[in-house]
């Protein structure tokens, strides 16, 4: 299947900073990709959507301006958590689709993301 | 809120067959059957999908019910590695769609 690659897999920060996670489509373009985040013991919730070149679309309760998304390329898509709390600790994936007529997705390896 | 149901666990025997069962009675006439597996602190793996024939790969076969409602997933002979989170979903195909993940089956193979 298609390769998607997250980077950091891992990463701890201290309260207040700001986090960037990239997210890349290896061998194919993914003109949209989604954003998930997942806390221990649940299952996947779907963050929002980023369209290559415009605006990503977020999920009800999934502050904006918080969580900023680029999508800047076909191959290329970042989550930056700012001003990042504890609360924000969660394991963080990415998934791209390699076709407009696809319905599968392909995931990242996911990044967890600590704030102390 | 998903579309589907699951069983939360379920325990197999190593190379015994897995079969995972699910329940989407809603579906509609375009949404397909997709199933993914989430191996621990992993992102989830595609594992195949259908829409209303069985299908096979090299990873499982998907039955699907001749009036949709419910399919089963089966690893033909299960190993060890297959210990993961085992998520049924229904979703049109089109990939401007994400994927609704609901609780999962979390199936354990024992040796």
């Known amino acids: 299947g298609a390769v998607v690659s997250q980077h950091p897999s891992w990463v701890i920060c201290k309260s207040g900073t700001s986090v960037k996670i990239e997210c890349r489509s290896l061998d194919f373009q993914a003109t949209t990709m989604f954003w998930y985040r997942q806390f221990p013991k649940q299952s996947l919730m779907l963050m929002a959507t980023?369209?290559?070149?415009?605006?990503?679309?977020?999920e009800q309760g999934v502050e904006k301006d918080k969580f900023l998304i680029n999508h800047a390329s076909l191959t290329l898509s970042t989550l930056t958590v700012t001003s990042a709390h504890p609360e924000d600790s969660s394991f963080y994936i990415c998934?791209?689709?390699?076709?407009?007529?696809?319905?599968?997705?392909?995931f990242g390896e996911g990044s967890r993301l600590t704030v102390l | 809120d998903a579309k589907t149901t699951q069983p939360p666990s379920m325990d197999c025997a190593e190379g015994r067959a897995a079969n995972l069962p699910c329940n989407h009675s809603?579906?509609?006439?375009?949404?397909?059957v997709y199933w993914y597996r989430q191996i621990h602190s992993q992102g989830p793996q595609y594992i195949i999908h259908g829409l209303k024939n069985n299908e096979t790969n090299e990873m499982a076969s998907l039955i699907i019910t001749e009036d949709r409602k419910s399919s089963t997933l089966i690893l033909p002979h299960a190993t060890l590695r297959d210990t993961a989170v085992y998520y049924c979903?229904?979703?049109?195909?089109?990939?401007?769609?994400?994927?609704?993940f609901g609780k999962g089956t979390s199936l354990l193979v024992t040796p």
């Open positions: 998934s791209g689709s390699p076709g407009p007529n696809t319905g599968e997705l392909f």
């Open positions: 979903i229904v979703k049109e195909s089109n990939s401007g769609y994400a994927l609704n």
């Open positions: 809603t579906i509609s006439g375009n949404e397909y």
């Open positions: 980023s369209n290559e070149g415009s605006k990503a679309t977020y």
